[in-house]
């Protein structure tokens, strides 16, 4: 039995690498061609072009992994099929479920790999594309320059104006309140020096005093600011939910929820990473009754509906997930129930067919 499973195995593994061949290319052809979009702007060239897509390419793995998973099995237990080898295996005894366990063991071996590239290389490699092609279009790291980051805690307000890079900013502002919620004190400041720790060197500072009906305006070269930011708050801040690993999601809707602030779209991509495993596993429990359940079907006709279905999964996991955004739904619930919901399929039809 543990010849077969490593033989099964092997195959499940070779289908897993030809559709990783065939669906990673072309998704990384059309990401380059929006990124060629803006070759010609500010400094951004053809081989920046083709850098940034390069870069991109652990991401998209992560994101195609559930139809990876989908096609690869289709297409190892269908070539196994049309062999008759799967007939030889059933004649010899073994059961459907004991050919499942392959594709499942090497689809938990595919889950640890994308845990690990999520964590350690894709983010990495994601936010240093974004980073050289707004700073190769001359744009901000930051949300933009007319609108900026605005964070708090309980008593302050911060806004800043436009990252220049990872230890300076540009026009910041802060307002600090009292218990009551009335406004104390404004600072504006044309710069801020952030290098390591929470003691901010603020210059160019203008500070206005709200004492009763009176404001006092004070102009100071330089002055130090203790921030309630520490190093990694500012610059995750700056960075999209989609391209932080599931470690600086975790710290960061911590963050924004001890701070009082709105944490959803960051809990749903938190959340959404667990849901792309889940996923993955449920597509590889239907790639099993699309190849039993059709013994007749040629390999061609199974992978056109194994197509269809991942576009299909694929599309109701974005609807769910953008509503579930804009209804304020549980982010847990709402990025693992496709995940959830497909496996239940899953598993009843697996049930139905053996």
Avoid: C
């Avoid at 600072?187 to 709200?210: I, P």
């Avoid at 597509?283 to 279905?309: D, E, K, N, Y």
Wanted: glycine content about 8%.
């Amino acid at each position: 039995m543990n010849v077969i499973n490593r033989y099964l195995a092997v195959q499940v593994l070779m289908g897993l690498g030809i559709a990783t061949v065939v669906l990673l290319p072309l998704f990384g052809f059309l990401d380059l061609l929006d990124q060629l979009d803006d070759v010609g702007r500010g400094t951004y060239r053809v081989q920046d072009a083709f850098l940034n897509t390069a870069l991109l390419l652990p991401r998209r793995f992560i994101q195609l992994a559930p139809f990876i998973a989908l096609l690869g099995n289709v297409i190892a237990l269908g070539r196994l099929a049309v062999g008759s080898e799967l007939t030889a295996l059933r004649v010899a005894g073994v059961s459907p479920i004991g050919i499942s366990r392959a594709p499942l063991a090497v689809g938990l071996l595919l889950l640890v790999s994308i845990a690990v590239l999520d964590q350690f290389v894709a983010p990495q490699l994601q936010q240093k594309a974004i980073s050289s092609r707004a700073v190769a279009l001359e744009k901000s790291a930051a949300l933009g320059k007319n609108l900026g980051i605005w964070t708090r805690d309980e008593r302050n307000i911060l806004r800043i104006g436009e990252m220049l890079h990872s230890g300076r900013a540009a026009d910041i502002e802060i307002m600090h309140f009292d218990d009551n919620g009335f406004l104390l004190t404004y600072t504006h400041a044309q710069y801020a020096d952030f290098n390591g720790g929470d003691l901010w060197d603020l210059q160019d500072v203008t500070t206005k005093t709200f004492t009763g009906n009176r404001i006092e305006s004070v102009n100071e070269q330089s002055t130090k600011w203790r921030s309630f930011l520490n190093p990694d708050d500012i610059s995750t801040l700056t960075k999209s939910p989609e391209s932080l690993s599931p470690v600086e999601l975790f710290l960061h809707v911590r963050f924004l929820r001890a701070t009082g602030q709105e944490a959803d779209a960051y809990a749903l991509a938190l959340w959404r990473k667990a849901g792309g495993g889940l996923t993955t596993i449920a597509m590889l429990l239907f790639s099993i009754p699309f190849v039993f359940g059709s013994v007749r079907a040629g390999l061609g006709s199974r992978l056109v509906l194994a197509t269809m279905l991942g576009i299909g999964v694929y599309l109701f996991d974005q609807i769910v997930s953008n509503a579930g955004l804009v209804l304020r739904l549980n982010p847990a619930l709402t990025a693992l129930s496709p995940g959830l919901m497909l496996a239940t399929i899953a598993v009843l039809w697996l049930r139905r067919i053996f």
